[in-house]
């Protein structure tokens, strides 16, 4: 069957990208300045210690070695431990001394699980307030592509596309949060921290949104069978809503999978604003603190959401317009 | 006739101060086909939709009335009158006619519903289900279920009568329908067409640029002519007495193939050799089978077809579409290369050429298509477009402008328009421009793609003429690739019919019109819609159209 052949080859594509992407920021991590050994022992450790926790982390092998030792674990579904976190939970510093190799630190896997769903949250209540505000402008828009309500979608979306993420976050907290004390902004206790963060990232992908419905509504709107539509009789709520919008968002949906890549950019900054514990928080406190085997895992699982999710955006164009080629 | 179910009274369509339709009345009783000639631009589609109380924007109803059953269209009827139900409307374009992320049987039951609120889906599918099979679609129960680009255009044509039908209209308005399509499956379309309308007391407005479709068809034909309805008379007569002058013009201009004794000029000379040889060409698509496993069906497109192109020649290639035609400008044209088999130019085999090379020979045989529409890019200016091919080979920029406006000259467009976009050109001035961007080049062979058939029949002519003119001029070489059997007659010294990917019979004009010996050229010729006798009947022979 042409779904099950399109399902074995994009999964095989989607393992290389995983391999080709895992072996980029491994490489990347080890090239770069910055020695995770010395952040563990702690600037006044001497020299030869260093080299020893190095030696005995295997952080002096050739790459290529280290590489085949890490994807060798990873198949066994193991991703290591953290060099940082304990499984207290509490960060390493220099200060005290944890030896990163024994097996009281954190794995790998267990870390990002846990904020995953968080994460996950974030993003899928982001998406849906972003389609809440770009659905009624894009399609209002689309529909008078010549008046006034095209005029007020481009506004928008101008607006929303010029306001810096960080700024915005601020100015919500600032005033929804520590002033007028309506929702909470700091940390996660409950769903309610979620909003704030959404806000943000949903302002920041509307504009992308609302443009692609906007023009591949109108141009629906111009083609021949949705004036024929009229004289054979279909009323103009169906024609809108039954064909009109079916055939607009094909592009919309090919956008959605694009614009996960904006979405995780954005979490990556807007986490670390609200002190949000999900995925992109992870991620920056990793990177400050050279956690290898947790940017590692955090590189390969975000690259293996993202071809899951494109597989699905080609499914699901696929089911809506068969003529699109899987 | 009783009273009549769609009176036209002193309609006036205009679109700002132009008027469209400029004070047409007529008359259509039920069982009646009301045909309506036009050439293009005489305002038949505004007519068609102003029927339809559909004109697009822009366009208004500035005067008159249309009556369906005493009701006015605009007014009183609006509330009585369904658009959809009681009035239908069928058009030329049944390829782009319904959404094409929906299956067709579902699209169609869905208007029968929503202009029939009473029935039920069972219902409203039995009764499209029933209706597929009338218009003779094949195993319609498969076909309910399948896309609109699973179907071939006279299928979908049908499947466009059904959607018109269906929920049972009194009035029904046919524009230009068959005119995209071929004649043997227009010939079928205007059958089934007739005997439903016939059944069902249906009266039908038929508009057509062709007289020959409306003699096929209708009862009484009114002319148009820049807006206005300038004679009415029954079908026969009006082909046998016009009374204007513009009609008589119009007949005279309806092409013949067996009531004239004249054949093309031969320019050929005795020690010619081949322009072009081509030999044993086949080429074979791999489709991939639904619902397998990296199966593929492979459709021979084209088998083992072999002819000679001599120099100064006008060589025809008919058939139906889906018969190769297509395929084979394409290999002509090096476009695709035959997976087997050869063709040669001036003696040399097309493979042979490196890519550099390649594209200086390709200077000799140019292909115009078909639509000049999508083949002129939107936004260039009409000589940046003319002078391409020159720039793409290096040519000095004082030269090039002089050769554009040279062959601006010699197709008869204006050398004003120079700096213009194509916009505001019409279908023949744009034709025009595709010609001067092969000639340009100065080739010696020109592929021409059924490069006639997006014009009317006066615009036709006049082409003809400059192709003739031009091959005189410049020795050229045409070969028409085209299902016009009677522009085919008119023009061509050697023609060959394909069916289903092989050449089945090649002969000079007279023998293939005269005296086909192959039984689908008897077919193809017997479908041809034409004012002539017919010397044989082959109506018989079995031949099914190609879907």
């Known amino acids: 069957m042409i779904f099950v052949e399109f399902l074995i080859k994009r999964i095989l594509q989607g393992l290389v990208i995983v391999a080709i992407t ?60 953290s060099y940082l976190r304990p499984k207290s939970g509490m960060i390493a510093t220099g200060g005290e001394y944890v030896d990163p190799t024994k097996s009281d630190m954190a794995e790998v896997w267990d870390l990002i699980l846990e904020r995953v769903p968080l994460t996950l949250q974030l993003a899928a209540t982001a998406l849906v307030f972003a389609l809440l505000v770009s659905l009624p402008i894009g399609i209002a828009g689309g529909l008078r592509s010549e008046g006034w309500p095209a ?60 443009r692609t419905l906007t023009t591949s509504l109108a141009e629906v709107m111009q083609s021949y069978f949705i004036d024929e539509a ?53 991620t920056v406190v990793s990177v400050v603190g050279r956690d290898f085997p947790v940017i590692q895992g955090i590189a390969i699982t975000i690259s293996a959401v993202f071809v899951f999710i494109n597989i699905l955006v080609d499914l699901v164009a696929y089911m809506i317009d068969p003529r699109v080629e899987l | 006739m009783s009273t009549p179910i769609l009176k036209v009274d002193n309609l006036t369509v205009a679109a700002g101060d132009n008027r469209i339709i400029d004070g047409v009345s007529f008359e259509v009783g039920n069982s009646e086909i009301y045909g309506i000639y036009g050439e293009s631009g005489a305002g038949k589609t505004t007519l068609g939709r102003a029927l339809a109380n559909w004109l697009p924007a822009g366009v208004e109803q500035t005067g008159g009335k249309v009556l369906f059953a005493g ?127 016939l059944k069902r007391k249906m009266a039908v407005i038929f508009l057509a640029s062709s007289l020959l479709a409306l003699r096929l068809v209708a009862g009484k034909v009114g002319v148009m002519h820049e807006g206005r309805l300038i004679e009415e008379q029954p079908v026969e007569t009006l082909l046998t007495a016009p009374k204007t002058e513009y009609t008589k013009t119009a007949i005279s201009h309806v092409p013949r193939i067996w009531s004239s004794n004249e054949f093309p000029e031969d320019r050929g000379r005795a020690d010619d050799k081949p322009l072009m040889e081509v030999r044993e060409v086949s080429r074979t698509y791999k489709v991939r089978k639904r619902g397998t496993f990296g199966q593929f069906n492979h459709v021979k497109a084209v088998q083992g077809v072999s002819f000679d192109i001599m120099p100064r020649e006008n060589f025809g290639i008919v058939g ?65 477009m003319i002078e391409e091919g020159l720039r793409l080979r290096g040519t000095p920029k004082a030269e090039m402008r002089e050769k554009v406006k040279e062959a601006m000259v010699s ?62 001029t410049k020795d050229l070489t045409y070969v028409f690739i085209s299902h016009d059997l009677a522009m085919v007659r008119k023009v ?56």
């Not at chain 2, 058009?91 to 202009?115: C, F, H, R, W, Y």
């Not at chain 2, 045989?365 to 639509?371: E, G, I, N, P, V």
């Open chain 1, 22 to 81: 895992s072996f980029v920021i491994f490489t990347l991590l080890r090239v770069i300045p910055g020695d995770p050994v010395r952040l563990i022992v702690g600037g006044m450790a001497p020299d030869n210690v260093v080299e020893e926790v190095a030696a005995k982390m295997g952080l002096r092998d050739p790459i290529l070695v280290q590489y085949g030792r890490y994807m060798g674990n990873l198949v066994t579904g193991d991703m290591g431990q």
């Open chain 2, 411 to 472: 197709v008869g467009l204006p050398t004003s328009i120079y700096d213009d976009l194509p916009n505001a050109l019409s279908t023949g001035e744009r034709q025009r421009i595709s010609i001067a961007r092969a000639l340009v080049l100065d080739p010696k062979l020109l592929i021409l793609d059924e490069t006639l058939s997006a014009l009317d029949q006066g615009e036709q002519s006049k082409l003809i003429d400059l192709f003739a003119k031009l091959q005189e």
């Open chain 2, 71 to 197: 009701h006015d269209l605009r007014t009183t009827g609006a509330n009585r009158v369904t658009i959809g139900r009681d009035i239908a409307y069928i058009g030329a374009k049944p390829q782009s006619a319904l959404d094409p992320t929906v299956p067709v049987g579902p699209q169609i039951v869905e208007k029968l519903l929503m202009v029939q609120p009473g029935l039920t889906r069972t219902e409203a599918k039995q009764r499209v289900m029933d209706l597929l099979h009338e218009v003779r679609i094949a195993s319609p129960e498969e076909r309910f279920y399948d896309y609109p680009t699973k179907y071939s255009g006279g299928m979908m044509q049908r499947a466009m009568i059904v959607d018109a039908l269906c929920a049972d209209p009194a009035v029904l308005i046919a524009d230009d329908i068959i005119r995209p399509l071929d004649v043997t499956v227009a010939a079928q379309i205007v059958s089934i067409l007739k005997d439903l309308c």
């Open chain 1, 230 to 282: 009229k004289v054979r009789g279909l009323p103009r709520r169906r024609i809108v809503f039954g064909h009109a919008l079916r055939n607009a968002s094909v592009p919309l949906i090919n956008l959605l999978g694009i614009q996960l890549s904006t979405l995780i950019g954005g979490v990556l900054v807007v986490e670390y604003i609200f002190d949000y514990p999900g995925l992109g928080h992870l």
């Open chain 2, 492 to 547: 061509c010294n050697r023609i060959g019919a394909m069916y289903f990917g092989k050449m089945v019979e090649i002969g000079d004009n007279k023998s293939i019109f005269f005296e086909p010996k192959h039984d689908y050229t008897k077919a193809l010729l017997s479908a041809a819609p034409t004012l002539d006798e017919k010397p044989f009947d082959a109506g018989e022979l079995g031949f099914e159209p190609i879907q």
């Open chain 1, 151 to 210: 005029r007020i979608a481009f506004g928008i979306q101008s607006l929303f596309v010029s306001i810096p993420n960080f700024w915005l976050a601020i100015i919500l907290i600032l005033f929804l949060s520590v002033k007028w004390h309506l929702i909470p902004a700091l940390g996660y206790k409950g769903f309610a921290y979620v909003i704030l963060p959404a806000i943000v990232l949903a302002v920041e992908i509307s504009p992308f949104i609302i």
């Open chain 2, 320 to 384: 139906e579409s889906g018969c190769g035609k297509s395929t084979l400008t394409r290999l002509l044209t090096w476009l695709e290369k035959p997976d087997s088999g050869d063709i040669r130019l001036g003696g040399t085999s097309l493979a042979n050429f490196s890519g550099r090379e390649l594209l200086d020979k390709r200077r000799e045989f140019q292909l115009l298509l078909q639509d000049p529409y999508n083949s002129l890019p939107p936004r260039v200016t009409v000589g940046r």
